[in-house]
């Protein structure tokens, strides 16, 4: 059995080139430009793709994000963070164990995106503010 649930791209559920962020005021989030049309999902890390090249690079889910100091301001797309959610397949996040994540677009949110998670045993009781979904659409087959 397994269920799913639906996270905001936010400081507490996501890591900034590694980094978890404190706080909305956290400059490595403060500065992330989520309304750039420069924003790109991608499962791959551009160093890798240039090393390895598409075969062999190694999987990595994350947001491309331009990325400017806050008190810089924002005037171009030079810098870009890689915005990883912080669960991971295989692993626990939350106390249970990951079955598979993906990162969504959702234009209802701002940021525009959402992370889903599979996670592997029995729901827990509705939380507030948390989506949870019987089907697993786009992560593989229906658990039951």
């Known amino acids: 059995m397994s269920f799913e649930m639906i996270f905001p791209i936010e400081p507490s559920t996501v890591t900034v080139l590694g980094y978890r962020p404190r706080d909305a005021a956290d400059a490595r989030w403060a500065g992330l430009h989520f309304g750039s049309p420069h924003v790109k999902l991608r499962s791959q ?3 890798m793709l240039s090393c390895l090249g598409p075969k062999d690079a190694p999987y990595d889910l994350h947001l491309a994000v331009p990325w400017s100091h806050p ?20 692993r626990k996040w939350l106390g249970r164990k990951v079955e598979a994540v993906a990162i ?10 959402q992370i889903r998670v599979r ?3 029995n729901p827990p009781l509705a939380q507030a503010g948390v989506t949870r979904r019987a089907e697993t659409e786009g992560l593989g087959e229906r658990s039951e």
Do not use: K
């Open 104 to 113: 969504e677009p959702d234009a209802t949110r701002f940021p525009p995106w």
């Open 119 to 121: 996670f592997a045993g």
């Open 45 to 47: 890390s551009t160093l």
């Open 71 to 90: 008190d810089d301001g924002y005037d171009d797309e030079d810098c870009v963070y890689r915005v990883r959610p912080r669960a991971s397949a295989g």
